[in-house]
């Protein structure tokens, strides 16, 4: 018998938005509802970022969409369906 578990989450479960910097490792935490990337620059080594201006919108992007579907999903007035996202189990075989 094989037994999986499936994790999924809603847009509401998702609290805050973590960008961390690939040089030094230092992390950015902003909770969803504040979500604003005010700068483009590591605040702890202060390489530049400056050059993902498209990858920046994309992701305010996804932030006010995930605003929307939470406040639709926990809505009585919302969609007549719900949105979730499956996530990776920690116990996921790795090749």
């Known amino acids: 018998m094989t037994s999986e578990?499936?994790?999924?989450?809603?847009?509401?479960?998702?609290?805050?938005?973590?960008?961390?910097?690939?040089k030094c490792g230092t992390f950015i935490s902003r909770p969803l509802g504040e979500f604003r990337l005010t700068s483009r620059t590591c605040?702890?080594?202060?390489v530049d970022w400056i050059h993902l201006n498209q990858e920046f919108g994309e992701l305010e992007r996804l932030v006010l969409s995930l605003r929307m579907f939470a406040a639709k999903n926990s809505s009585?007035?919302?969609?007549?369906?719900?949105?979730?996202?499956?996530i990776a189990s920690q116990n996921r075989n790795t090749p």
């Not at 578990?5 to 690939?22: R, W």
């Not at 605040?43 to 202060?46: K, L, Y």
């Not at 009585?76 to 499956?86: A, R, S, T, W």
């Open 5 to 22: 578990t499936k994790i999924t989450i809603g847009p509401e479960d998702i609290l805050a938005v973590e960008i961390e910097c690939c």
């Open 43 to 46: 605040p702890n080594c202060g």
């Open 76 to 86: 009585k007035n919302g969609m007549p369906f719900q949105v979730k996202f499956e």
